[in-house]
Protein backbone atom coordinates (compact mmCIF):
# COMPACT_ATOMS: atom_id res chain seq x y z
CA UNK A 1 0.00 0.00 0.00
CA UNK A 2 2.24 2.50 -1.30
CA UNK A 3 0.56 4.46 -4.02
CA UNK A 4 -3.01 6.50 -3.40
CA UNK A 5 -3.93 4.20 -6.01
CA UNK A 6 -3.65 1.34 -3.79
CA UNK A 7 -5.90 3.16 -1.16
CA UNK A 8 -8.50 4.22 -3.85
CA UNK A 9 -8.82 0.62 -5.12
CA UNK A 10 -8.93 -1.04 -2.11
CA UNK A 11 -11.47 1.26 -0.62
CA UNK A 12 -13.72 0.40 -3.92
CA UNK A 13 -12.99 -3.23 -3.47
CA UNK A 14 -13.67 -3.15 0.04
CA UNK A 15 -17.36 -1.27 -0.74
CA UNK A 16 -17.77 -3.83 -3.58
CA UNK A 17 -17.51 -7.05 -0.73
CA UNK A 18 -19.81 -5.41 1.23
CA UNK A 19 -21.75 -5.22 -1.51
CA UNK A 20 -22.00 -8.35 -2.58
CA UNK A 21 -22.15 -10.15 0.95
CA UNK A 22 -25.61 -8.23 1.16
CA UNK A 23 -27.05 -8.93 -1.45
CA UNK A 24 -25.62 -12.79 -1.85
CA UNK A 25 -27.37 -13.03 1.65
CA UNK A 26 -31.03 -11.97 -0.10
CA UNK A 27 -33.49 -14.89 -0.48
CA UNK A 28 -33.93 -13.60 -4.68
CA UNK A 29 -30.64 -13.71 -6.02
CA UNK A 30 -30.11 -10.05 -8.16
CA UNK A 31 -27.02 -9.95 -9.36
CA UNK A 32 -24.98 -11.94 -11.47
CA UNK A 33 -21.64 -12.82 -10.11
CA UNK A 34 -19.72 -11.53 -13.42
CA UNK A 35 -20.79 -8.20 -12.77
CA UNK A 36 -18.58 -8.20 -9.59
CA UNK A 37 -15.73 -9.70 -11.49
CA UNK A 38 -15.90 -7.07 -13.85
CA UNK A 39 -15.63 -4.43 -11.24
CA UNK A 40 -12.97 -6.22 -9.33
CA UNK A 41 -11.16 -6.56 -12.64
CA UNK A 42 -11.49 -3.22 -13.27
CA UNK A 43 -9.98 -1.95 -9.70
CA UNK A 44 -7.44 -4.12 -10.75
CA UNK A 45 -6.82 -2.52 -13.66
CA UNK A 46 -6.55 0.51 -12.47
CA UNK A 47 -4.45 -0.45 -9.19
CA UNK A 48 -1.93 -1.41 -12.15
CA UNK A 49 -1.90 1.60 -14.37
CA UNK A 50 -1.51 3.89 -10.97
CA UNK A 51 1.52 2.15 -9.92
CA UNK A 52 2.90 2.03 -13.62
CA UNK A 53 2.87 5.90 -13.29
CA UNK A 54 -0.28 6.35 -15.94
CA UNK A 55 -1.99 8.91 -13.49
CA UNK A 56 -4.58 9.88 -16.43
CA UNK A 57 -5.75 6.41 -17.39
CA UNK A 58 -5.60 5.43 -14.03
CA UNK A 59 -8.34 8.06 -13.06
CA UNK A 60 -10.01 7.38 -15.91
CA UNK A 61 -10.47 3.88 -15.37
CA UNK A 62 -11.34 3.98 -12.06
CA UNK A 63 -14.28 6.49 -13.13
CA UNK A 64 -14.87 3.62 -15.36
CA UNK A 65 -15.27 0.62 -12.59
CA UNK A 66 -17.06 3.39 -10.17
CA UNK A 67 -19.45 4.29 -13.37
CA UNK A 68 -19.82 0.71 -13.60
CA UNK A 69 -20.74 0.01 -10.04
CA UNK A 70 -23.42 2.78 -10.17
CA UNK A 71 -25.10 1.79 -13.35
CA UNK A 72 -24.81 -2.07 -13.52
CA UNK A 73 -24.82 -3.16 -9.70
CA UNK A 74 -27.08 -0.46 -8.76
CA UNK A 75 -25.93 0.14 -4.98
CA UNK A 76 -27.80 3.44 -4.28
CA UNK A 77 -31.87 3.58 -5.21
CA UNK A 78 -32.43 6.98 -7.04
CA UNK A 79 -35.69 8.14 -7.58
CA UNK A 80 -39.11 7.90 -6.41
CA UNK A 81 -39.26 5.64 -2.98
CA UNK A 82 -43.18 5.51 -2.38
Known amino acids: METIY ?7 FAGL ?3 F ?3 SSADEPTDSLWSYLG ?5 AVANYLGNEGHDILAVVAIGATIAFILIVLKPIVLGDRT
Open 6 to 12: DWITVAI
Open 39 to 43: AGAGC
Open 21 to 23: LQR
Open 17 to 19: IVL
